[in-house]
């Protein structure tokens, strides 16, 4: 059984709802934070899910070592964008192609 924990790092908009969730959460402003805040992680966190917008700001060379290393999984995911109109249908595809590596067609 594996006993390695999850953390959600966000923005403080959906930070909340994660929190909500009963998820661990760790609230960044930006991407400098955000790095700060994988620096910082305990070692029996095995899994990162990170707000999009806070990993696209954080640096080449930090995203390389952090997709080098086998644990933490860090898992980027689409936080809220009012103004986007997609469909859910596609937000779904979006996730299942990231998890799975191609995309599905639903």
Request: aromatic share 12%; proline share 4%.
């Given at each position: 059984m594996n006993d390695r924990g999850l953390i959600v790092i966000a923005r403080p908009g959906?930070?909340?709802?994660?929190?909500?969730?009963g998820l661990e959460v760790a609230t960044a402003d930006d991407a400098r934070s955000a790095m700060?805040?994988?620096e910082e992680l305990d070692a029996r966190v095995g899994v990162v899910i990170i707000d999009e917008h806070l990993y696209r700001?954080?640096?080449d060379e930090f995203r390389q070592d952090l997709n080098r290393s086998a644990e933490p999984v860090v898992i980027p995911?689409?936080?809220p964008d009012w103004?986007?109109?997609a469909s859910a249908?596609?937000?779904v595809v979006e996730i299942l192609r990231r998890a799975i590596?191609?995309?599905v067609k639903l």
């Open positions: 959906s930070s909340i709802g994660f929190a909500l969730a700060q805040a994988i700001g954080l640096t995911v689409p936080g103004a986007e109109g249908h596609e937000y590596g191609y995309r």
